[in-house]
């Protein structure tokens, strides 16, 4: 049976998917340059946070690099929509928008500099950041387990579910630092490789990002293929 050309919705599908894939992966080529060369290399990976690349010479590119990967996201968002593996107004599609509000308001808001002391900006960069890294994978879970009885859906899946449960493990140490400090009395940022840690976290959920973009742009080939023509 010969096929149509792909519709409308696919190629809205595809536009979002490749443009959004493409973003989020300059922004994971950035942050991982940034790790090997300028001011940014000297700061320790295992003990500081990302987000001390923001604070050093050159730290625009990191800015540059969270909102590539915000608006990347969104683009894989409007994918999934247009290709109907989520509703705009589902829990998935929600917690996805959050992820992406979370990291726009990451760099809105500058962390706190602990030379000088807490600061409302430091606060709200630091549950911002929070609420993102949660929302992305309940949102990817959920998306999951939405399509568990799709065949064609499982590879990315599979894939998805991992990159998920590794971001959320990624908790684990920080949370059981927390509730052992009153017995070890060391602070919980001093008691887990914080920096490593969210590196892990952060890679986690870019790959996440990525593989569902990978999944909505699949999707469409695989309905613009079923269409018969006339």
Do not use: Q
């Amino acid at each position: 049976m010969t096929t149509s050309a792909a519709p409308v919705p696919a190629r809205l599908v595809a536009t979002g998917a490749r443009a959004g894939t493409a973003a989020v992966t300059l922004a994971l080529v950035i942050i991982g340059a940034m790790h090997l060369v300028g001011p940014s290399s000297r700061i320790d990976p295992v003990r500081r946070t990302i987000s001390e690349y923001a604070v050093v010479e050159g730290g625009w590119l990191f800015d540059v690099a969270v909102v590539g990967l915000a608006v990347g996201s969104a683009g894989v968002l409007a994918a999934l929509v247009a290709a109907r593996l989520t509703p705009l107004r589902s829990l998935s599609a929600v917690m996805l928008g959050t992820w992406c509000g979370g990291l726009l308001l990451v760099v809105a808001f500058e962390k706190t500099n602990w030379s000088i002391g807490p600061s409302v900006s430091g606060y709200i960069h630091r549950y911002a950041s929070l609420v993102a890294f949660l929302a992305l994978p309940v949102a990817a879970l959920l998306l999951a387990r939405r399509h568990r009885d799709d065949p064609a859906a499982r590879p990315y899946r599979v894939g998805v579910r991992w990159g998920s449960w590794l971001a959320l493990a990624s908790f684990l140490p920080i949370v059981a630092a927390i509730a052992l400090r009153s017995v070890t009395g060391v602070p919980w940022w001093r008691a887990v490789p914080l920096g490593l840690l969210e590196r892990g976290l952060a890679l986690a959920e870019v790959l996440v990002v990525a593989l569902l973009g990978a999944w909505a742009l699949a999707h469409a080939r695989r309905s613009a293929a079923a269409v018969p023509v006339a």
